[in-house]
């Protein structure tokens, strides 16, 4: 029988995983995580932030060097973090990149009332990207409008089809609290789920879709982006799920040491490296893709020891 949930007892999460397993991430040093590479996962530091982001950055340059009129090339990207997005434009405003032929994807947006947010929302992602990334770009640069792709509540099918059709060369992302992707949190603990979480390949059949939000993930969003005010924050989501990770090249995943704590970046990790999937842990599920990339700012990866202040 699987434990109950310390934080939200009926949710899955990765509270409800083995004690043995939680005590031996917690015991990772640096050095562990650095050993924790293998084909198909690749782990990397970086000392300073600058570096940190502009390698961030760099992968949408280098993802949309590639594209070409009979071969267009996109990247999915995150709203956590976001400090990489003004450097992205900076970048091909001064590299004179013309985009025409490359795409972008949004990961995500909140739905209030079955709809996606508007622009006015003031925790609209739609709006941060256009804000932070795209009206920063030149016009005579930015891709058309129709190469940017932004998930809606009836655009569904056509959000998943477009990575079918466009080669997305990375998915990147953060990691939440609840070791989501994007806003692929850990199911309710209902029927049939009250006794063992999804398996695996039933987690990896889901495509974009609305979700509803994991405790943990609403107190976050209402930390990192709205000064605490949990009501704030919508309970439910839009993102992009599994199936178009799976048809994404790469998955990058960028751990600054803000959106997860010392041992969250340390148990996803563990779990990918070791194979071990667990969709109570839903970034864990990302040992089964071939190409999977976690970036540490070093001096953000902490420690699990307890200290009192």
Same mark, same amino acid.
């Given at each position: 029988?699987? &434990? ?33 590479? @293998?084909? *198909? ?25 590639? &594209? ?7 990247? +999915? ?24 032929? +490359? ?10 009332? *079955? ?25 005579? /640069? ?25 080669? +997305?060369?990375?998915?990147?992302? *953060? #990691? ?32 974009? @879709? ?16 709205? *000064? ?21 090249? #790469? ?15 340390? /148990? ?35 420690? +699990? ?5």
């Amino acid at each position: 029988m699987r &434990a109950i949930s310390k934080v939200a007892p009926g949710w899955w999460d990765y509270t409800t995983l083995d004690t043995e397993l939680l005590n031996e991430v917690a015991s990772l040093t640096v050095k562990d995580i650095e050993q924790l590479s @293998r084909p *198909g996962f690749k782990v990397t530091f970086y000392d300073t932030l600058e570096s940190f982001y502009l390698a961030e950055a760099l992968e949408y340059i280098n993802a949309w060097k590639r &594209a070409t009129a009979s071969k267009p090339v996109g990247i +999915c990207g995150p709203i956590g973090p976001t400090e990489q997005l003004p450097l992205v434009a900076l970048l091909v405003n001064s590299l004179e990149m013309d985009l025409k032929h +490359c795409h972008f994807w949004a990961m995500d947006e909140w739905v209030l009332d *079955g709809k996606e947010t508007t622009f006015e929302h003031p925790l609209s992602f739609a709006k941060a990207n256009w804000a932070l990334l795209l009206d920063k770009i030149r016009d005579d /640069l930015r891709m058309p409008d129709e190469n940017i792709h932004l998930p809606t509540v009836k655009g569904m099918a056509d959000f998943t089809q477009s990575f079918r059709d466009i080669t +997305c060369a990375v998915m990147q992302g *953060g #990691q939440g609290e609840v070791k989501h992707w994007a806003f692929n949190d850990p199911p309710r603990r209902v029927t049939p789920y009250e006794d063992a979480p999804p398996t695996p390949e039933e987690y990896r059949s889901l495509a974009t @879709r609305i979700v509803d939000l994991h405790p943990m993930t609403i107190i976050q969003n209402a930390r990192t982006s709205g *000064g605490g005010v949990v009501t704030t924050v919508p309970t439910q989501a839009l993102t992009v799920g599994p199936v178009e990770t799976w048809l994404s090249e #790469q998955v990058s995943i960028w751990h600054a040491g803000v959106h997860d704590n010392p041992f969250g970046m340390r /148990l996803t990790a563990y779990m990918i490296s070791k194979g071990i999937t667990d969709s109570a842990v839903p970034m864990s599920l990302l040992a089964d893709h071939d190409d999977v990339k976690f970036n540490y700012y070093r001096p953000g990866i902490g420690v +699990c020891d307890a200290e009192m202040h």
